[in-house]
T-cell receptor, first 114, second 112 residues
Framework: AQSVAQPEDQVNVAEGNPLTVKCTYS??????LFWYVQYPNRGLQFLLK??????LVKGSYGFEAEFNKSQTSFHLKKPSALVSDSALYFC????????????FGTGTRLLVSP | AAGVIQSPRHLIKEKRETATLKCYPI?????VYWYQQGPGQDPQFLIS???????DKGSIPDRFSAQQFSDYHSELNMSSLELGDSALYFC???????????FGEGSRLTVL
């Protein structure tokens, strides 16, 4: 079954430093991978997706993610963190059972300190 | 741009009562999804509809039912509410083959 794992419950980083939020996947076939962000008491917002093509995917708010097939990873990155990036980040994978649905990882809380 | 609209945003019910949540997808989107997110949990898929027909079913309790209407809005009906049903309920819509879901702001259900 398709699944994603986020090994870190929380990531702490100082403002201005690079950040990485980790995600590994387990899928059969070609993975369709996504990152979503959730601010407190808000819905999930799409950041970026990997379907095919370049392994480095650029998304919203300066985020990017690198698809690494050999390591089955899809880590989210940003060169310079902002305090406003503090939120809950979910990695997700499409379950292509004919009609697609997203299966989410357990989420990683990113805390950016001033 | 139009987004996914959910109502009500907040709902408080007593145990054993019934609740109905509504979702209005983005115009021209053909697929609607319902997710449940408990406190500190990741969103769990409940059910989805494609062109008004149920397309997939996840961990939705038998006490819950949902449907999509002719105008494409969807309703999630929850009966015999339990304390454990307290959660954020998200609706999302998409064009089925793009793989990108657009989420509403969620409906927070509190069961007392």
């Amino acid at each position: 079954a398709q699944s994603v794992a986020q090994p870190e419950d929380q990531v702490n980083v100082a403002e201005g430093n690079p950040l990485t939020v980790k995600c590994t996947y387990s899928v059969s076939g070609n993975p369709y991978l996504f990152w979503y962000v959730q601010y407190p008491n808000r819905g999930l917002q799409f950041l970026l997706k990997y379907i095919t093509g370049d392994n480095l995917v650029k998304g919203s708010y300066g985020f990017e993610a690198e698809f690494n097939k050999s390591q089955t990873s899809f880590h989210l990155k940003k060169p310079s963190a902002l305090v406003s990036d503090s939120a809950l980040y979910f990695c997700a994978v499409i379950m292509n059972t004919g009609f697609q649905k997203l299966v989410f990882g357990t989420g990683t809380r990113l805390l950016v300190s001033p | 741009a139009a987004g996914v609209i959910q109502s009500p945003r907040h709902l408080i019910k007593e145990k054993r009562e019934t609740a109905t949540l509504k979702c209005y997808p983005i115009p021209r989107h053909d697929t609607v999804y319902w997710y449940q997110q408990g406190p500190g949990q990741d969103p769990q898929f409940l059910i989805s509809f494609y062109e008004k027909m149920q397309s997939d079913k996840g961990s939705i309790p038998d006490r819950f039912s949902a449907q999509q209407f002719s105008d494409y809005h969807s309703e999630l009906n929850m009966s015999s509410l339990e304390l454990g049903d307290s959660a954020l309920y998200f609706c999302a819509s998409s064009l089925v083959f793009t793989g990108e879901l657009f989420f509403g702001e969620g409906s927070r259900l509190t069961v007392l």
